[in-house]
């Protein structure tokens, strides 16, 4: 879902909320580019290093959030402004930055067209999960089912809507949003997904046998996840952190989140697609 540049469509200067990853050239970036914002008249509400609480009342009013950093400060940012449906721009100060927008330098090339209003907002789907009566957190990139034991496997039956897809004994399994699709369910052999499609994909982690292979389900399916006895309990990872460990006999349910992220977007549709398609190494940064 996309809308015009909605925050500043009446070239008022926005109120912002700065997302800040603890890397030195985030940090010299971050002095450069307040000054810069301050002159034209942005203000700046405030300053949230990772793992600080956001003032919720400079939530309610600010029009967007800016972050510096890489891929691991979106994910922080989203988990504490996506209820807030405010807007995510991501400036690259990271190593990766595939769920960034722009370079440094590039930001600052654009900040006239995004005082004017030239960009869209896009809203992208999350996944929750239930274990037993317990709804957690909604993510944007994945959900992992881990052994809880490195070197043992554990074994898994899934279901899609009721319905028996495989047995696989394994060292995990992802379920994955689009947009995290060029993250951990990459690196595991599953396929790039255009984050304008909403669906789920299901990912094996080094199946035995290769008894699984990589799916991808429509994002009204309720994926369900049962952990069997006879093996290794799990645990369960949300966007990169352990949440809670899933004893053998227990079931996990996933399924499309009612809350999204939403996210400034300057670039074509399709450029997160072509640097995933570009990436040489790590040496990524402020390429298109």
Known sequence: MNSEGEALRYGTPPKIIIFVSPREEANKYLERLKRILIERGWEILQIVRLGKNVDKGSLMVCDFVLTLGGDGTILYASREVSKYGKPILGINLGRVGLLTELSPEEFLEKIDGIERGEFRVVETMKI?????????????????LMTSKPGKIIGLQIFVDEEFIAKVLCDGLIVSTPIGSTSYALSAGGPVVSDQIEAMII????????????LLVPSRSIIKVK???GWADAWLIADGNIIRKVKKGCEVVFKRADEKARFIRVRHSLSRIRKV??????NVRGKP
Do not use: D, F, W
């Open 227 to 229: 952990i069997e006895t």
């Open 277 to 282: 398609m570009s990436l040489v190494g790590l």
């Open 203 to 214: 990912v094996p982690i080094a199946p035995l046998y290769r008894a699984m292979y990589p």
């Open 128 to 144: 929750i999960a239930r274990v037993s009566n317990e709804m957690l957190q909604p993510v944007l990139n994945e959900y992992v």
